[in-house]
C-alpha cells in the first residue's frame, strides 16, 4: 500500500511538491502557535504558591500637617514605632479578622522587592529579599516545601533575623549542576547561609534558614520567583519607623471567610475609623487583593488574549487551506476515481486510498517543518520565559500540531472524497 502511494505521489510529482511546500509553511506556523499555548498550559499547572482570597491591604497613613486633627508636636522614631505597633494590634484584634502580618519590600502582584546575592560553600544564588512577620506564612496560606501547614512554617520561622527561602532558591544552593539537582532543597533548613543584603543594622551576615517554603510565583503568568524572607518582629531588635518611611512598610489582613462578604470595607471602615485613629495615624484605605490581582493581570490576560487569538487564527487557516486544496484535488480527479470505481474498486476502498494519499503527503512535509520548529526553540525565537525550552516541550509541541494536522486532513479529505464516490462512473467520464 506505502509503495503505492508512494508511486500515485511520484506520478502527479509537480502538483504533489507545490502542495507540500504548502503543508510546510502551515505546519511550521501551527507549530508555533501550539508551542506558546503550550507553555501556557504548563505553567497554569505550577502551583501559586499562595492563596490570595480573602485577603486584604491595610493601608496607614499619617495627617497632614494641614489637617486641623494633626499634633504638630516633634516625635522620635521610638513613639511613631509605637503608635505604628498600636495600630497593628488594634487592627488584628478586630473580629472579622484571622491574622494580620506585616511586610517590607513585598507586596503580591506589585512589583516591589529587594535583591542580593545568596551564598552557601562556593555556590551562590541571586534572590528577591523581602522582610515578613512570621504571620505572613498564615495570612497568606504559604506551605513548606515538605508540605507542612502554614500555621507549623510560621512557628518554625519565629526569631528574629532567622530566614525562610523558597525550594528553588535552596536547591541552586545545594546542588553544583542546576540541571541535575539531586539535593532536595529542604535539606537547607537549619544550615546557615550568607546573604548579600543587609537592610538593618543588626542583620548578621551569616543567617540561619529555619524553614523552606514551597516555590512561588509572582503571578499567573510568571515562572516560580527565586526569594528570600527575612523574619522579623515587630518592636522587637532595631525595629523603627519614622512618618516618613510609613508608605513602604505595609500591613495585609486575612479575613475570616463567613464575614467576607458584599460591603466588608464599608462596615470596617465605618467601624474602624476611630479606632485606628492612633496619635498621626489613621486607617487611609483597605483593599481586597483581588483589586491589585486584576489590575496586575490586566496587561497579561491582553497579551494572552491576543496570543490565543493568533493561534486560533492559524488554526482557521490551517483548515480551511487543507480543506481547499484537498477539495480541489478530489474534483480534479474525478474522472480519475471513475476509472478506478470501473475497474472494480469500491468506494471504501477509494476513500481509504485518499486518505492514505492525503496522510503520507503531510507526513512528508511536516518531517522539514519539524527540523525548523527544532531550530527555532535551540535559537530562543520561541517564548522561553515563563516554561524553559526542553526537548519535552519540543515532542509534545510536535506530536500535538501532528494530530491536528491529520484531523483537518481527515475532514478536509473525507467530505470532497464521499461526494465523489455518489457520482456515476459514466457522468464522471462523459467528458473523456
Excluded at 81 to 99: I, W
Excluded at 104 to 109: A, D, K, R
Aim: aromatic share 12%.
Amino acid at each position: 500500500m506505502l509503495i503505492h502511494l508512494l508511486i500515485i505521489i511520484k506520478n502527479n510529482l509537480r502538483a504533489n511538491l507545490l502542495l507540500m511546500a504548502g503543508m510546510f509553511v502551515i505546519a511550521t506556523s501551527l507549530w508555533y502557535a501550539v508551542d506558546y499555548v503550550y507553555a501556557v498550559v504548563v505553567n497554569q499547572q505550577k502551583s501559586l504558591g499562595f492563596d490570595w482570597e480573602h485577603v486584604y491591604y491595610v493601608q496607614a497613613a499619617v495627617l497632614p500637617n494641614e489637617s486641623v486633627e494633626c499634633d504638630t508636636a516633634s516625635r522620635s522614631d521610638d513613639e511613631v514605632t509605637a503608635e505604628y505597633l498600636e495600630f497593628y494590634n488594634r487592627l488584628q484584634h478586630h473580629p472579622a479578622v484571622e491574622s494580620a502580618c506585616y511586610t517590607l519590600m513585598h507586596f503580591h502582584y506589585i512589583w516591589k522587592n529587594g535583591s542580593g546575592t545568596m551564598s552557601y560553600d562556593t555556590l551562590k544564588t541571586s534572590a528577591m529579599y523581602r522582610e515578613v512577620t512570621p504571620s505572613y506564612f498564615t495570612v497568606f496560606r504559604v506551605r513548606g516545601a515538605d508540605e507542612c501547614s502554614p500555621e507549623e512554617l510560621s512557628r518554625r520561622a519565629s526569631h528574629t533575623n532567622d530566614f525562610v527561602v523558597t525550594e528553588n532558591t535552596a536547591c541552586r544552593l545545594l546542588n553544583p549542576d542546576i540541571n541535575n539537582m539531586t539535593v532536595k532543597g529542604v535539606e537547607l533548613a537549619g544550615r546557615f547561609i550568607h546573604s548579600g543584603v543587609s537592610m538593618r543594622e543588626d542583620e548578621p551576615d551569616s543567617v540561619r534558614v529555619a524553614a523552606v517554603c514551597e516555590n512561588q510565583k509572582y503571578n499567573e503568568y510568571s515562572n516560580w520567583s527565586k526569594a528570600v524572607y527575612r523574619i522579623v518582629q515587630l518592636g522587637q531588635g532595631d525595629f523603627k519607623i519614622s512618618y516618613g518611611s510609613i508608605p513602604y512598610h505595609d500591613i495585609f489582613i486575612r479575613v475570616k471567610a463567613d464575614a467576607d462578604r458584599p460591603g466588608f470595607v464599608e462596615s470596617f471602615r465605618k467601624e474602624m475609623k476611630k479606632q485606628l485613629r492612633v496619635g498621626n495615624l489613621y486607617l487611609a484605605d483597605i483593599r481586597p487583593m483581588s483589586y491589585y490581582r486584576n489590575e496586575h493581570l490586566a496587561d497579561y490576560r491582553s497579551d494572552l488574549y491576543t496570543y490565543l487569538a493568533i493561534a486560533g487564527f492559524f488554526l482557521a487557516n490551517a483548515f480551511l487551506a487543507i480543506l481547499g486544496t484537498f477539495w480541489f484535488r478530489t474534483q480534479q480527479r474525478r474522472e480519475e476515481l471513475a476509472v478506478r470505481l470501473v475497474a472494480g474498486a469500491t468506494p471504501h476502498s477509494l476513500q481509504t486510498l485518499l486518505m492514505g494519499e492525503g496522510f503520507l503527503l503531510i507526513t512528508i512535509a511536516y518531517i522539514p517543518a519539524l527540523v525548523v520548529a527544532y531550530n527555532l526553540g535551540i535559537s530562543d525565537l520561541v517564548e522561553t520565559w515563563p516554561v524553559e525550552w526542553s526537548f519535552t516541550r519540543f515532542l509534545i509541541g510536535g506530536l500535538v500540531t501532528f494530530l491536528l494536522l491529520w484531523a483537518i486532513a481527515a475532514i478536509s479529505i473525507w467530505f470532497p472524497a464521499r461526494q465523489a464516490m455518489s457520482i456515476q462512473p459514466a457522468e464522471a467520464l462523459h467528458g473523456e
